[in-house]
């Protein structure tokens, strides 16, 4: 089946052809359709499967052929707007919508906060025909009378299961709310949950579902593997295996930011180039580690959860769970960086003796064994004892971007000494007193 057939205008066909696609994805064959008949949307898919494309490429389709009613400032009004719980999946979904509209006459826009303010204000006054924006920024035009939404024609939620976790629900609340009632709603989500299902019921209209095959974690695109470690033996061996294999573009997982942090510093220590990216760094360190590493002069990006979802890094090789994470869905999402589009990956993660809970867990989500293996010289000590992993409330930054509890492992036979703490959160890079009100809170509320 061919993009040609879906019923999509020569011109978005074009782009999508120079994208080197030459047929749609199970997700886009299926909600292309659907978003091209009109109707309310609900699907299940994750970041890797062409969601992107799957609402983007209709939603050209739609606002090319429709003309748009009424003027705003003298311009056509903003008719799509595009919700997404990160500022880098924004970014890259305006990307998207730049690339596929690329001969259409159609403008977007991206609007998130930890940037200028001003800039957006004064891009609002021109034409602006789709809007992809971060709840906390999108609220603060509205409040300073900067943004109208009174003509959006159609609704994204992208990641919506995310910006649920990440606590957005009132400030959707607050977007719907803004929004004509009559218009077309999609939804995204990549793990369905209560939470989704309440949304969803409240917000569409007799929607088409959707479920693509969740990415298949056991897809023989990404091999994965299990590296038994002492916990105080990781970044040890994490240097080692960077050096051995000769990883030249390997993405880091740890759970909390002050662990990125800390990582980074060590691998320097080995010198091994490395950079973080997390909530608590500001935007432009954040957009300029992730430009490095995705046009590969950055050997190592440390990421906290804020980067498993939405990162599309073309051909990642390597990604690495230096620590592995709480929630075993996020393991899905981290390694579905790599191997994305058919490209072949590995996924690698370091595991100590508190973890092994948390690899039941994965390995249960997952319905697959992880294959383990020791590196002669880091092998773990069989007397080191389990220790409870801090859940983070208390003594280390909370892994941002989740609400959900951390788990901590059932208590140990033989408990012994206690695990060394972190240090005080990490504070935030920006300078508060340097931005605007709108700006900090934006920063706060937009990760
Ligand atoms: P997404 O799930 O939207 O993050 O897309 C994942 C990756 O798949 C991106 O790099 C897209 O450029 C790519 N992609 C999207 N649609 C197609 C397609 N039909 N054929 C090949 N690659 C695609």
């Given at each position: 089946?061919?993009?040609?057939?879906?019923?999509?205008?020569?011109?978005?066909?074009?782009?999508?052809?120079?994208?080197?696609?030459?047929?749609?994805?199970?997700?886009?064959?299926?909600?292309?359709?659907?978003?091209?008949?009109?109707?309310?949307?609900?699907?299940?898919?994750?970041?890797g499967?062409?969601?992107?494309?799957?609402?983007t490429?209709?939603?050209?389709?739609?606002?090319?052929?429709?003309?748009?009613?009424?003027?705003?400032?003298?311009?056509?009004?903003?008719?799509?707007?595009?919700?997404?719980?990160?500022?880098?999946?924004?970014?890259q979904?305006?990307?998207?919508?730049?690339?596929?509209?690329?001969?259409?006459?159609?403008?977007?826009?991206?609007?998130f906060?930890?940037?200028?303010?001003?800039?957006?204000?004064?891009?609002?006054?021109?034409?602006?025909?789709?809007?992809?924006?971060?709840?906390?920024?999108?609220?603060?035009?509205?409040?300073?009378?900067?943004?109208?939404?009174?003509?959006?024609?159609?609704?994204?939620l992208?990641?919506a299961d995310?910006?649920?976790?990440?606590?957005?629900?009132?400030?959707?609340?607050?977007?719907?709310?803004?929004?004509?009632?009559?218009?077309?709603?999609?939804?995204?989500?990549?793990t369905?949950?209560?939470?989704?299902?309440?949304?969803?019921?409240?917000?569409?209209?007799?929607?088409?579902?959707?479920?693509?095959?969740?990415?298949?974690?056991?897809?023989?695109?990404?091999?994965?593997?299990?590296?038994?470690?002492?916990?105080?033996?990781?970044?040890?061996l994490?240097?080692?295996?960077?050096?051995?294999?000769?990883?030249?573009?390997?993405?880091?997982?740890?759970?909390?930011?002050?662990?990125?942090?800390?990582?980074?510093?060590?691998?320097a220590?080995?010198?091994?180039?490395?950079?973080?990216?997390?909530?608590?760094?500001?935007?432009?360190?954040?957009?300029?580690?992730?430009?490095?590493?995705?046009?590969?002069?950055?050997?190592?990006?440390?990421?906290?959860?804020?980067?498993?979802?939405?990162?599309?890094?073309?051909?990642?090789?390597h990604?690495?769970?230096?620590?592995?994470?709480?929630?075993?869905?996020?393991?899905?999402?981290?390694?579905?960086?790599?191997?994305?589009?058919?490209?072949?990956?590995?996924?690698?993660?370091?595991?100590?003796?508190?973890?092994?809970?948390?690899?039941?867990?994965?390995?249960?989500?997952?319905?697959?064994r992880?294959?383990?293996?020791?590196?002669?010289?880091?092998?773990?000590?069989?007397d080191?004892?389990?220790?409870?992993?801090?859940?983070?409330?208390?003594?280390?930054p909370?892994?941002?971007?989740?609400?959900?509890?951390?788990?901590?492992?059932?208590?140990?036979?033989?408990?012994?000494?206690k695990?060394?703490?972190?240090?005080?959160?990490?504070?935030?890079?920006?300078?508060?007193?340097?931005?605007?009100?709108a700006?900090?809170?934006s920063?706060?509320?937009?990760?």
């Amino acid at each position: 089946m061919s993009f040609s057939t879906l019923g999509l205008s020569n011109e978005i066909i074009r782009a999508v052809t120079e994208r080197g696609y030459t047929e749609p994805t199970p997700i886009q064959l299926q909600a292309i359709p659907a978003v091209l008949s009109g109707s309310d949307l609900l699907a299940g898919a994750q970041t890797g499967t062409g969601k992107t494309a799957s609402f983007t490429l209709p939603l050209l389709h739609r606002l090319s052929s429709d003309k748009s009613k009424g003027t705003f400032n003298g311009y056509p009004p903003i008719r799509a707007l595009v919700l997404t719980p990160t500022r880098e999946l924004a970014a890259q979904v305006e990307e998207s919508v730049r690339e596929y509209g690329k001969y259409l006459k159609l403008n977007s826009m991206v609007m998130f906060g930890g940037v200028s303010i001003n800039l957006q204000k004064q891009r609002l006054k021109g034409r602006v025909d789709i809007l992809v924006a971060t709840p906390g920024r999108l609220l603060d035009h509205v409040h300073q009378g900067t943004l109208n939404l009174s003509h959006i024609e159609v609704l994204v939620l992208d990641e919506a299961d995310r910006m649920l976790d990440m606590g957005f629900i009132n400030d959707i609340r607050r977007i719907l709310s803004l929004l004509p009632k009559q218009r077309q709603n999609l939804l995204f989500f990549a793990t369905f949950s209560d939470k989704i299902k309440a949304l969803a019921a409240g917000l569409l209209n007799h929607p088409t579902m959707i479920e693509v095959a969740r990415r298949n974690v056991t897809a023989d695109t990404i091999a994965q593997k299990v590296y038994q470690v002492d916990r105080d033996k990781k970044r040890q061996l994490l240097a080692h295996l960077i050096r051995r294999d000769n990883w030249y573009q390997v993405l880091v997982f740890t759970r909390t930011k002050y662990g990125a942090d800390r990582l980074v510093k060590q691998l320097a220590e080995d010198r091994i180039q490395a950079l973080a990216i997390h909530g608590n760094k500001s935007q432009p360190v954040r957009t300029n580690a992730l430009a490095k590493f995705k046009n590969g002069s950055l050997q190592v990006l440390v990421a906290t959860d804020i980067a498993a979802r939405g990162l599309d890094i073309s051909e990642l090789p390597h990604v690495v769970n230096f620590d592995l994470p709480n929630v075993p869905e996020d393991y899905v999402h981290r390694i579905g960086r790599t191997g994305r589009a058919g490209a072949s990956g590995e996924a690698v993660s370091l595991v100590c003796v508190d973890e092994y809970p948390l690899l039941k867990d994965i390995e249960k989500l997952i319905e697959q064994r992880l294959v383990r293996e020791v590196v002669a010289g880091f092998g773990p000590n069989p007397d080191i004892e389990p220790e409870a992993i801090p859940n983070g409330q208390q003594h280390r930054p909370k892994p941002e971007g989740d609400k959900r509890p951390a788990r901590t492992p059932k208590p140990l036979p033989r408990a012994s000494a206690k695990r060394k703490l972190a240090p005080p959160a990490a504070t935030n890079g920006d300078k508060p007193g340097a931005r605007s009100f709108a700006s900090r809170r934006s920063a706060k509320r937009d990760r």
